[in-house]
């Protein structure tokens, strides 16, 4: 497995392009923290954080110490350990659109040319090239240089083999590290040890066991601030062509020959080659958009989507998808993969559910008339967990059966502070280590089945059904899933 060894880095060079965005604050520099605290950072592993922000390196640590430390808890914080970190850390301001703007840089980096080189891009999509541009004419790109990039890669798949194409001119296949963050969470790495450490399930994972496959993310958040972007983007391109993808091709994928990151990553872009095209009506049949409007949590009422700042009046912008998929294979032939996700729903939870086919004929009476089959749930937030729905016998005189959970809760088993997901993804970077990063034959398969989607609603004028914040979604999203006498895992 992809586990994080108690072995030191080699010496690094972390340059950290959008050194103050709101990514850096929240996630990059606490992972980079966490782990110089689990003393895996070498000694000489400096991090270079770049922004357009007027400070220099001193003013930039005096504003780390104030924004960083809100998003580190009391308990997992120790103020020595932060002191130390932060001698590790050097701010330059760049013009990323000016070569000679990265003078700076180019100081800052002689003479460690021998020496890891990470270029981190958390910045706007439109911003790769003219970085990719900048390191290069700076002539920084070394032999051990690797440059990593935040998605969304691209807007359809024309765009993201544009930028593949700029980025193959300066790197590398093997120097380019394209990160979904959710491939970096315990829960999913378990995904691969559950099914290919355990021979329990490789016989029911197939589709003469499972019914249906439900995988959910869920935000109670709205777009909170990135109206602008988020505008030009929703939820198709913004969450299902990454996340959901990437949770259904790990979870359907075939057994790798190894668990070296080529073999992994062959077997996750046969499963995206695989899923059937979504053309046409097909395409509006088996999907659902969603918007929301105003509504009320329990802390209060919220805003709806055309309140959030910088949303124009008559966006057609979906907030909500639901999607029935399937895969042309042998393994899952006839199974339905139903994906959903959405902002402002009733509670913020990411989850896939198992279905498993019922017995063939039951000789017992239930509570719930096995309303509900046997049931795999695995749970990546807010808790990490995995459980199964069984069937027991009720305690009493009657031979009556009862569902129950087996309950596996990662947080009761491992006594430990809970890795963030970046915490491992930047290791593997700074390692060389791209079993959890797109290959660039993976991002295009992906673009590939989700632009004739969209292509169908602009074509049939599909506009996103109305739901309330604070729910699960519009009711076109129930009615997809109950045409096959399914419903939503909502527990």
């Known amino acids: 497995m992809n586990l994080i060894s108690n072995d030191k880095l080699q010496p690094f060079d972390f340059v950290l392009f959008g050194g103050t965005g709101d990514l850096s604050v929240r996630k990059l520099i606490p992972a980079l923290y966490f782990r110089h605290c689990e003393n895996q ?34 308990e997992d914080f120790n103020e020595s350990d932060w002191l130390e970190f932060l001698q590790r850390v050097l701010y330059f301001k760049v013009d990323v659109t000016n070569v000679e703007s990265y003078q700076s840089l180019v100081d800052a980096l002689a003479g460690r040319e021998s020496h890891v080189r990470v270029f981190y891009l958390s910045v706007a999509p439109s911003l790769f090239t003219h970085i990719t541009k900048g390191v290069q004419a700076a002539g920084l790109i070394t032999p051990t240089s690797r440059v990593a990039l935040e998605k969304p890669l691209g807007r359809d798949r024309q765009s993201a083999e544009d930028i593949n194409d700029k980025l193959s001119a300066a790197f590398s ?97 046969k499963v995206l ?52 998929a399937e895969i042309a294979s042998w393994r899952w032939e006839g199974v339905p993969f139903f994906l959903r996700t959405g902002k402002r729903m009733e509670s913020k939870t990411t989850e896939i559910v198992i279905n498993f086919k019922k017995v063939p004929h039951s000789i017992f009476e239930t509570a719930d008339g096995f309303s509900t089959p046997n049931q795999l749930i695995i749970r990546l937030q807010p808790e990490e967990s995995i459980r199964m729905r069984i069937y027991v016998k009720a305690w009493g005189d009657d031979i009556q059966l009862q569902p129950v959970f087996l309950n596996l809760d990662f947080n009761d088993v491992f006594q430990k502070r809970k890795m963030i997901a970046y915490e491992r993804l930047l290791l593997d970077v700074i390692r060389g280590n791209p079993t959890l990063f797109m290959r660039r034959d993976e991002v295009a398969a992906a673009w590939a089945w989700i632009d ?24 076109a999203a129930n009615a997809l899933i109950s045409k096959e006498g399914l419903h939503w895992n909502e527990d």
Not at 49 to 61: G, Q, W
Not at 285 to 313: H, L, M, T
Request: proline share 5%; hydrophobic share 35%; no cysteine.
């Open 452 to 475: 004739p989607i969209r292509e169908a609603w602009e074509q049939y004028q599909y506009s996103p059904k109305s739901y309330t914040a604070g729910t699960w979604g519009p009711a």
């Open 273 to 324: 080659r695989a899923l059937k095209p979504l053309t046409g009506i097909d395409a509006i049949e088996n999907s659902v958009r969603g918007q929301y409007k105003a509504g009320a949590y329990v802390d209060g009422p919220v805003q709806g989507y055309f309140d959030e700042k910088d949303i124009p009046a008559d966006s057609t912008t979906e907030t909500f998808v639901a999607l029935r």
């Open 173 to 269: 296949e093997d120097q380019i590290y394209r990160i979904d963050h959710y491939l970096g969470k315990e829960t999913v790495q378990n995904l691969l040890a559950l099914r290919f450490g355990n021979a329990l399930f490789e016989p029911l994972w197939r589709s003469e066991r499972i019914n249906d496959v439900q995988i959910t993310i869920a935000e109670s958040l709205g777009v909170e601030g990135r109206g602008g972007f988020y505008d030009q983007t929703g939820a198709l391109r913004d969450m299902v062509q990454n996340h959901l993808l990437q949770l259904l091709v790990i979870l359907a994928m075939e057994p790798p020959v190894s668990i070296d990151p080529d073999a992994v990553r062959d077997e996750k872009i």
């Open 41 to 74: 950072l070498p000694d000489d592993g400096r991090i270079i954080a770049v922004a357009r922000s007027d400070y220099d390196t001193e003013a930039f640590k005096q504003w780390l110490n104030e924004e960083v430390r809100q998003h580190i808890s009391d």
